[in-house]
């Protein structure tokens, strides 16, 4: 089973469908027992929810993006 590093660092893996079925499992798993990481999960996916569904909607000024990649690292935001 994950623990809650491991978890964390595959966090967008994981939301991005990336992993492999047996360690999406091995994160579903901890995810269901490990309320800190259900947290994290779960205003990441908001996160990203809500920066794809106003990069769809709305004109984002120059650099926006640049600038959360700054922040949050170029993979979490591909899709946007």
Known sequence: ???CQETLNEMYAYLDAELATERATEI???LKVCTDCQSAYEF???FKSI??????KD???EGFLD???ECFGDDSLKDA
């Open 1 to 3: 089973m994950a623990n």
């Open 28 to 30: 579903i798993g901890h």
């Open 44 to 46: 990441h996916a908001e």
């Open 51 to 56: 920066i794809r569904l106003k990069a769809q």
């Open 59 to 61: 004109e984002l000024s």
């Open 67 to 69: 600038r959360l990649r």
